[in-house]
Nanobody, 127 residues
Framework: HVQLVESGGGSVQAGGSLRLSCAASGSRYSSLCMGWFRQAPGKEREGVALLDADGTTTKYADSVKGRFTVSEDNAKSTLHLEMNSLQPEDTATYYC?????????????????????WGQGTQVTVS
């Protein structure tokens, strides 16, 4: 069982920046697919940034390309999401997600339903 704990959310003005972190623990899997999703009130959960098991391949939603950067700190088992040039439409609850990587699969092709473990979410509000 994998536990995910997000931190770093908050309120910022448009154009500002935030850095989200997701601490993972309890994993017995050799590799995990991990990513960030967000959900705004009345909207479906959408993928924001996905990271492949090798830690080098990434995929971003078109709406955040060039503004958000996903990275991982393997030594600390932590996933980060650097968010710059934030806009009001980025307002949402942001979730960290993880699922065991399966040989031959691509984490960056995963959808929300493909992820097994989820954090509790952290609120990001941009005004």
């Amino acid at each position: 069982h994998v536990q995910l704990v997000e931190s770093g959310g908050g309120s910022v003005q448009a154009g500002g920046s935030l850095r989200l972190s997701c601490a993972a623990s309890g994993s017995r899997y050799s590799s995990l697919c991990m990513g960030w999703f967000r959900q705004a009130p009345g909207k479906e959960r959408e993928g924001v940034a996905l990271l492949d098991a090798d830690g080098t391949t990434t995929k971003y939603a078109d709406s955040v390309k060039g503004r958000f950067t996903v990275s991982e700190d393997n030594a600390k088992s932590t996933l980060h999401l650097e968010m710059n040039s934030l806009q009001p439409e980025d307002t949402a609850t942001y979730y960290c997600a993880a699922t065991p990587w399966r040989h031959g699969s691509s984490c960056t092709s995963h959808r929300a339903t493909d992820f097994t473990y989820w954090g509790q979410g952290t609120q990001v509000t941009v005004s």
